[in-house]
């Protein structure tokens, strides 16, 4: 995984304008997060298209299925080249064991585990008496001792998953959102620098960038705050 501070999120409302919006961010240290909106909307051909324009590319797929079809769907997207991509831990580790073996290449493959429009009443939903936290570490311990080489956690969990897994595993986080901007559809959320202070490897910020009046300002005012995060 190449040293990916900050993944733009792109969405389905960007289409075939994906290329336009990314050309001001050209020679910064962005990668650019693919999901499956975009990814149903225009094709496995944005991902070849935005990695040769020089953005490492997470490619958000989350998949979640039995062993087999998961192990087959991560094959595929292997041969797309991206940065990251990723599956539901919530499928069980035969699961991510054997997303684990079928990931080739420099990908890295991480497993998501609760997502950031959650929290403990939607857990509640499926059953579960665990709070957000706690499901969190239990499936990133699982998704380690899968050989997994990461996870997707919001950031209020993110230094509970670096304390349990050590400094090498991977901790991307969406939900996060700079001083002054919206929660949007986010419930759990942090600020990039408590975010890197908490242990997070890479953030995932969408509206905040893509929004903006001035995206590569936005985006060289986070990179300086998760700089400065990292020497304070």
Known sequence: MSDVRVYVALTSDCGSDAMKMLEPLRGLSVGVKIGLELF??????????????????????????IPYTVAGAVRSACLLEPDVINVHASGGRAMMEAAAEACSGNTKIIAVT?????????????????????????LAGAARDSGLHGVVCSPLEASTVRKNTGKDF????????????????????????DAIKAGAT????????TGAADPAGAVEAILQEIEEALVH
Do not use: W, Y
């Open 202 to 209: 890479s953030l995932v910020i969408g509206r905040p960038i």
């Open 40 to 65: 149903v909307k225009e094709g496995p051909g944005i991902v070849g298209e935005i990695r040769d324009a020089g953005f490492p590319v997470f490619l958000d797929l989350k998949f979640h299925d």
């Open 170 to 193: 991977i901790i991307i986080t969406p939900g996060i959102r700079p001083a002054g901007s919206s929660a949007g559809d986010q419930k759990r959320i942090m600020t990039p620098t």
């Open 114 to 138: 609760v997502l950031t429009s959650l929290d403990r009443n939607d857990l509640k939903l499926i059953g579960s008496e665990f709070s957000p936290l706690e499901a969190v570490a239990s």
